[in-house]
């Protein structure tokens, strides 16, 4: 992706950022839940959030680099399944810098269904049409083998449902990233407030949605995804300034 659009501070304090406006979305999960990014390019060393810290109150300082390469035992501090999922995914994902994964409401309702396709029904939507994998091989926690397994997948589309479990999604860096989670989030509400209410459902057309997609994959590379996170590190910096830190 390219991008006309810098985004203010440090890689950790983008990240810290986001931390503080996924609980503010509130698509948070207690403690649990990770982000990272990607500080060696092959994957193996990254930026994680340490074990038993709230979204709420991350710091750019609090971030732990990790080395995954071959051999190396998970550090202390770090979730096993934030060391076994994204340490499987970076060594093993295409062109992924960065990785967000939470149980957001709408996303996890989504992955929960029998179908959890994302039918193109409104803009939002449309912008992830052919561009979601959906995995309904759940196996557990994400330890070991699963973990394996999940980390084969990164890459394979900017999203990744995990039915009965989540949502990952993947950037080049953390604006791409997020943006992608964000607007996935969107998309999913309205998909299924819509269900809900009974009424016939009314997708376009293959053609639209395809066309509407390459529409948002050229506002992406004009700097929108970078422009938002900009702006949300405005706001904190009113308000929260600490995330720096």
């Not at 959890?116 to 803009?123: A, G």
């Not at 959906?134 to 589309?157: P, Y």
Request: with cysteine; charged share 25%.
């Amino acid at each position: 992706m390219t991008s006309s659009t810098e985004i203010p501070g440090t890689p950790r304090q983008q990240l810290a950022c986001v931390f503080r406006w996924l609980a503010r979305l509130d698509m948070n999960e207690a403690v649990a839940n990770h982000c990272s990014l990607a500080t060696r390019g092959d994957g193996t060393r990254f930026l994680v959030n340490p074990e038993g810290r709230h979204f709420a109150e991350m710091r750019a300082s609090d971030l732990v680099e990790v080395d995954a390469g071959a051999g190396q035992r998970r550090p202390a501090g770090i979730d096993p399944t934030a060391w076994a999922i994204h340490g499987a995914m970076h060594r093993q994902g295409r062109g992924v810098g960065c990785i967000m994964h939470t149980h957001s409401l709408y996303a996890t309702a989504l992955a929960c269904l029998e179908s959890p396709e994302l039918p193109p029904v409104e803009q939002n939507a449309m912008r992830f049409f052919e561009r979601v994998h959906i995995d309904t091989g759940f196996d557990g926690m994400g330890l070991d083998e699963e973990a394996e397994r999940l980390g084969r997948l990164a890459g394979t589309a900017p999203v990744l449902l995990l039915g009965n479990h989540g949502v990952v999604t993947t950037g080049a860096d953390v604006a791409e990233a997020f943006d992608h989670l964000y607007y996935f989030e969107r998309a999913c509400r309205s998909y299924l407030v819509a269900r809900a209410s009974g009424l016939p459902l009314r997708p376009v057309s293959p053609e639209i949605a395809r066309k509407t997609a390459r529409q948002w994959e050229d506002s992406l590379n004009h700097g929108s995804a970078h422009m938002h996170l900009a702006a949300l590190m405005r706001l904190l910096d009113r308000d929260e300034p600490d995330y720096r830190d």
